[in-house]
């Protein structure tokens, strides 16, 4: 089982910035990847920017340049930082973790999400 604790959703104009976080908790085994989904009504869940165990970060082009994906890894958290926010970038944004244990395969886990919205 993992736990979420997202925060930093809100409403803002277009340009703006916001940073989101997420603290994962997990009572058995590990954390591999973490980061960050959104979706939007009437389309599927898009991964928005990830981060794996490693360090190798991977964003949807939509947001390259905008977005930066962080971590701080012995305290299973990630932050989504996000500038020259716009209207398209509107969503609830799910908090992602790849959950690691022990001779299982890792299971993927999404937060309660938090919202997003950027208009004037």
């Known amino acids: 089982q993992v736990d979420f604790v997202e925060s930093g959703g809100g409403s803002v104009q277009p340009g703006g910035s916001l940073r989101l976080s997420c603290v994962a908790s997990?009572?058995?085994?590990?954390?591999?990847?973490m980061g960050w989904y959104r979706q939007v009504p009437g389309k599927e869940r898009e991964l928005v920017a990830i981060?794996?165990?490693?360090?190798?970060?991977h964003y949807v082009d939509s947001v390259k340049g905008r977005f930066t994906v962080s971590r701080v890894y012995a305290e299973n958290t990630v932050y989504l930082q996000m500038n020259s926010l716009k209207p398209e970038d509107t969503a609830v944004y799910y908090c992602?973790?790849?959950?690691?244990?022990?001779?299982?395969?890792?299971?993927?886990?999404w937060g309660q999400g938090t919202q997003v919205t950027v208009s004037s």
């Open positions: 997990v009572s058995r085994g590990s954390i591999g990847s």
């Open positions: 992602y973790v790849s959950h690691i244990r022990l001779g299982r395969r890792p299971d993927n886990y």
């Open positions: 981060k794996s165990a490693g360090g190798a970060t």
